[in-house]
């Protein structure tokens, strides 16, 4: 009787803590439908901002710009983190990936701040301006250990036996590599590369001082560029209360954009799972 | 000059271990060679020695002379590449392309190595599967995943794939081991129609299979050729002793 009331209990417990999981999430989610909801609309998407005191508006220079940075960072961190896992997962010195692997750790547990400062010096100094570039760099550089990493684990599940068989077919082994092995991980690279898109999408202290933000459409990659999370930041902290319904309105676009990046992720996972069973 | 595979001193390692001592054999063209033994008796190596797929492990070496139809597969200069091509090789578990429809995986061979021409490629492929006695079971089917098909199918598609690229020898590494009678009676079925094209070397457990498929026979233990010779001869008249007790069933 004991054992059953504590099995209960037990089950109980577990079952509310992963509910508890998901609850953050609702009540952000709930939370920011109920204060932004209401300035979302068309001209959300469509329009500038406009002027303090008037109304309406919306955050379009945003909305595109955050899809620049994220593509600028995407010409950064995809190839030097899908390259790499690559080696990683095929090098036959283990040294180099140790330390490889190692440091990637490390930078991923970096401050997204510190990974600003870094573009910021070797970017905006230089240029002597803010600009798209710098902000698609800091992204950039966030996003190389996550790809990395999970090139390296999905290139290592693809079965050596499929590495064999084309081998033995008489191909050579970078073709091999290429058109076997990294086809055969596609889909789970794909999934690596959402995930790290989900994740700098949202970043706002690395652009504080690369991308800097902007009112207006950017003009040109050299110049200073508005992210959705700037702007949310930068209405958040004024004291106009039509900003702050349009900072909640640009909050819930973002963790929205969040939202299906990290379903199209899944479902991507899904067809992996097919292909190797 | 088309004289098969004709191996001589061949030694092998795994870093210290050695697992291949002084082998030496003639698996004649067009003719069925198959290579028994006990587990780790170096069957395995012994057939990847001779494609050079053993130098792919990490710390193997070999030594010894392979002549692939006269000429020395390890002689300096000689592209790895270049002898898998002449010496196709399928495994004990099918091991289709995942990603590739049916079409695809006959193909491949042929298209990685830049082969681009439509009519080409569904002329070998169909030619391919037709020789790996498959094509009747999936023409209709070509563009399915490769590892839809059933196990017996799979390796009759991983043959097709090492047969599109007309290689000269076959190896074989107990290629059905991982099939029910019925699939293996098809492979070998198979066996004795390619043999028309190509040498065969078949590595097996098998020896009613050995019997049954090949005319050469060579008995393997703890990395040694114990004997090698006309398959009956092997198998109803064994010269050495161990031959005859691995046979007879008083070991492994």
């Known amino acids: 009787m004991k054992r059953l009331i504590v099995n209960r209990v037990m089950n109980f417990l577990a079952g509310a803590a992963a509910g508890l999981v998901i609850l953050p999430l609702v009540l952000v989610f709930g939370f920011l439908v ?34 620049i940075l994220i593509g600028l960072a995407c010409c950064v961190g995809l190839p030097i983190g899908i390259l790499g896992g690559l080696y990683l997962a095929e ?29 910021y010096t070797l970017v905006v100094l230089p240029m002597r301006r803010f600009s798209a570039l710098a902000g698609g760099l800091a992204l950039g550089v966030i996003m190389i250990p996550i790809v990395l990493r999970t090139t390296e684990e999905i290139v290592r599940l693809v079965p050596a036996s499929l590495r064999e068989a084309g081998l033995a077919l008489g191909l050579p082994n ?8 990294l086809v055969t991980a596609r889909a789970g690279i794909v999934t690596g590369v959402m995930v790290a898109i989900a994740r700098i999408a949202g970043e706002t202290a690395p652009l504080l001082f ?38 909640w309105a640009g909050a819930l676009v973002l963790i929205s954009m969040v939202f299906l990046v990290s379903l199209a992720a899944r479902l991507a996972t899904k067809g992996l799972q097919r292909q190797t069973r | 000059m088309a004289d098969g595979v004709q191996v001589t001193g061949l030694n092998a390692w795994f870093g210290a271990r050695q697992v291949l001592r002084n082998v030496g054999l003639h698996a004649p063209a067009n003719g069925v060679t198959a290579l028994i033994g006990p587990s780790g008796c170096g069957k395995s190596t012994f057939v990847r020695c001779l494609n050079r797929m053993h130098e792919v492990v990490p710390g193997a070496r070999s030594t010894g002379q392979v ?12 592209d790895p590449v270049m002898v898998r091509r002449r010496i196709g090789m399928v495994f004990q578990k099918p091991n289709p392309f995942p990603t590739m429809s049916v079409f695809d995986n ?12 439509k009519d080409t490629l569904h002329e070998v492929v169909e030619r391919a599967l037709r020789q790996a006695a498959l094509w009747d079971e999936v023409k209709d089917e070509l563009h399915k995943s490769g590892s839809s098909l059933s196990g017996g199918q799979q390796q009759r598609l991983c043959i097709a794939r ?13 290629p059905c081991s991982a099939l029910d009678p019925i699939a293996t009676a098809k492979i070998e079925e198979l066996i004795l129609d390619l043999k028309k094209e190509l040498t065969i070397i078949i590595v097996t457990h098998n020896m009613q299979q050995a019997a049954r498929v090949s005319e050469w026979t060579g008995f393997f233990l703890m990395g040694e050729l114990i ?26």
Do not use: C
């Not at chain 1, 690369?210 to 958040?236: C, E, I, K, M």
């Not at chain 2, 090492?162 to 107990?174: I, K, N, R």
């Open chain 1, 174 to 181: 970078w073709k091999v590599t290429v058109r076997i092995v």
């Open chain 2, 162 to 174: 090492a047969v599109a690229v007309q290689p000269e020898v076959l190896l074989m590494d107990e």
């Open chain 2, 67 to 78: 002549l692939l139809n006269g000429e020395d597969v390890y002689a300096p200069g000689v």
């Open chain 1, 210 to 247: 690369t991308a800097f933000g902007n009112r207006f459409w950017h003009s040109g990659l050299d110049q200073p560029v508005a992210a959705l999370a700037l702007q949310v930041f930068a209405y958040a902290i004024s004291p106009f209360d039509d900003w702050h319904r349009q900072a």
């Open chain 2, 227 to 252: 004997e090698f010779g006309v398959t009956r001869d092997l198998f109803t008249a064994p010269r050495e002793k161990k031959t005859e007790d691995y046979i007879t069933g008083r070991f492994g």
């Open chain 2, 106 to 117: 006959a193909a491949a061979g042929l298209r990685l190595a830049g082969v681009r021409d």
């Open chain 1, 91 to 119: 090098a036959r010195d283990p040294r180099l990936p140790w330390v490889v692997r190692f440091l990637a750790d490390v930078l991923n547990g970096v401050p997204s701040i510190v990974i600003g400062i870094f573009a």
């Open chain 1, 34 to 67: 109920y204060q932004g909801g209401s300035s979302l609309n068309l001209e959300f998407f469509t329009h500038m901002p406009k002027p303090v005191g008037e109304p309406g508006g919306g955050m379009a220079n945003a909305i595109v710009g955050t899809l």
